[in-house]
C-alpha cells in the first residue's frame, strides 16, 4: 500500500512539472466524471444600444453588453442582447443572448467559451428607474465552443437579480466525456 501511495505522489509531482507547476484542475478538460458548481456575481460594466424600434405596443432593442463575472468564474462576457419589452399586456421584458465568456474557472488556465442565455424581467411594478427590474434567467454553454483551460465545458445554471444592478449566479459544468459533443 505504501509503495501504491508513493507511486501516486510521483505521478501527482510529475504531471504537476509537466504542466508547467500548475496542477490539473479537478473536473477540468479531458477528466469526465466530476462535475464543478460555480456560484458568484455577474454585473454590466458597458453597453451600447444598436437600435430601439417599436412594433405597436412591443419595444425592441439590440444591444452589446459588456460583463464582468467574479466569484468560481472569473472574467468576462461580450454579448449581444436581443429584447423584446411589454409593457401592456405581460409587464415583462423577454432578452435573448448570444455571446462569449473569457476568464477562469476555480482558478483554472484561462479559457474561452460560447453561451445562450433566455432572461425574463418582471416589469409589473414599472413605470421603474432604469436598470431597476427583477430579473432571473438561465444560462447555457454551446456544447463544443470550449477552448484552452476550459476546453471540453458543457453545463450552465440560473441566475436571478432582486434588482437588475447585478446577479448571482449558480452554474454547474462538466467536461470530457461527460459532455455530449466530446464524445
Known sequence: MRLRNAFAMVAIALTTLALGGHAPALGGPGSGG??????????????TTIAQPTLGDLSLT????????TGSLEGTTVNQQSIVRDDVVEKKSFITVTGTFFGTLNGSEPGSFSFIVHNVV???GCPCP????????KFVVVEGTGSGGLEGICGGGTFA???????????????????????
Open 130 to 137: 432604469p436598470a431597476v427590474t427583477p430579473s432571473q434567467g
Open 122 to 124: 418582471d416589469r409589473s
Open 62 to 69: 439590440l444591444r452589446y453588453v459588456v460583463i464582468a463575472f
Open 34 to 47: 466530476a462535475e464543478i458548481t460555480a456560484t458568484g456575481f455577474q454585473i454590466a460594466t458597458a453597453s
Open 161 to 183: 437579480s432582486p434588482t437588475g444592478l447585478g446577479s448571482t449566479y449558480e452554474h454547474t459544468y462538466r467536461f470530457g466525456k461527460d459532455c455530449k459533443a466530446n464524445n
